[in-house]
């Protein structure tokens, strides 16, 4: 853009972890950018900011996406949930969080957000009896650089099961 040259903005209206939010953005403004800075809401990380970590996975209408390369104008009119929506502040955590806590799954804890958020979203298409195979091959679009996975496998097939008794979400 040339200086000077005004940006139009652009108004969107979507409802995040629950709560009904409207803002005015620069249309250019990435989804992560949005929850993060004008939301503060942090948990969702970016490693790579190129669609290859996966540490930006949040759900837009109930489906993982990463928000490292989503606009924010097209959750425009839909509905996010980003990890601090998974267990509210008070709320018991979320099955598939108290699995990665239960099962080691973290060490730096800088993917697991987005591990989470791709688990249950897994959970969700393809139910709770999760092989080994399935967990790795799903997980394809998120890396970690500390685990060496063992414990992240071990915690969504836990999790995954956990959630069929409890949780539904
Ligand atoms: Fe989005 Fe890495 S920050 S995939
Ligand atoms: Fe450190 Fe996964 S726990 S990057």
Do not use: W
């Not at 790579?48 to 097209?74: E, I, Y």
């Amino acid at each position: 853009m040339r200086r000077g040259q005004r940006v139009h903005m652009a108004k969107i209206s979507l409802v995040v972890n629950g709560n009904p939010v409207t803002a005015n953005i620069d249309p250019r403004t990435l989804l992560v950018q949005f929850l993060r800075e004008n939301l503060r809401l942090t948990g969702t990380h970016v490693g790579c900011d190129t669609s290859q970590c996966g540490a930006c996975v949040v759900h837009l209408d109930g489906k993982a996406v990463k928000s490292c390369t989503t606009l924010a104008v097209m959750a425009d009119g839909g509905s996010v949930t980003t990890i601090e929506g998974l267990a509210p502040d008070g709320a018991p955590l979320h099955p598939m969080q108290e699995a990665f806590r239960e099962n080691h799954g973290l060490q730096c804890g800088f993917c697991t957000p987005g591990m989470i958020m791709t688990a249950v979203d897994l959970v969700r298409r393809k139910g709770h009896d999760l092989d080994d195979h399935t967990i790795r091959e799903e997980l394809e679009g998120n890396l970690c650089r500390c685990t060496g996975y063992q414990n992240i496998v071990l915690s969504i097939a836990a999790g995954a099961k956990a959630m069929a008794k409890s949780d539904p979400a």
